[in-house]
Nanobody, 127 residues
């Protein structure tokens, strides 16, 4: 299993970016949940957004109303649309998913619930 993120880059505050996660040998449709995490300089990795198999989503308070997580079933992609970006959104963004053997319906924004991780894509937001 491999998760490959793309779409990172440098933008000015207020701008937008769309991140994609392309899993290999892993289905965004059939796994119970997937998520985006980020790690900002000098900070621990934090959960940003998660989506359940039934489409229910959960967001970190800091990104609510600005970020949208979704799945492109046809292309087997996990998407993170980021609008109104702020300098504090700067960091490396990671796609994550659970082992198929996990039975819980949701992993929330806790990294311990996720077993597969991508290498990350970097986002820089300048003021």
């Amino acid at each position: 299993v491999r998760l490959e993120e793309s779409g990172g880059g440098s933008v000015q505050a207020g701008g937008s970016l769309t991140l994609s996660c392309a899993p290999t040998q892993y289905s965004v449709l059939y796994n119970n949940y997937m998520a985006w995490f980020r790690q900002s300089p000098g900070k621990e990795r934090e959960g940003v957004a998660t989506i359940r198999r039934d489409g229910l989503t959960e967001y970190a308070e800091s990104v609510k109303g600005r970020f949208t997580i979704s799945k492109d079933i046809d292309k087997n992609l996990l998407i993170l649309l980021m609008n109104d970006l702020k300098p504090e959104d700067t960091g490396t963004y990671y796609c994550a998913g659970p082992w198929s053997s996990r039975t819980q319906l949701s992993g929330g924004l806790t990294s311990a619930a996720y077993d597969y991780w991508g290498q990350g894509t970097h986002v820089t937001v300048s003021s």
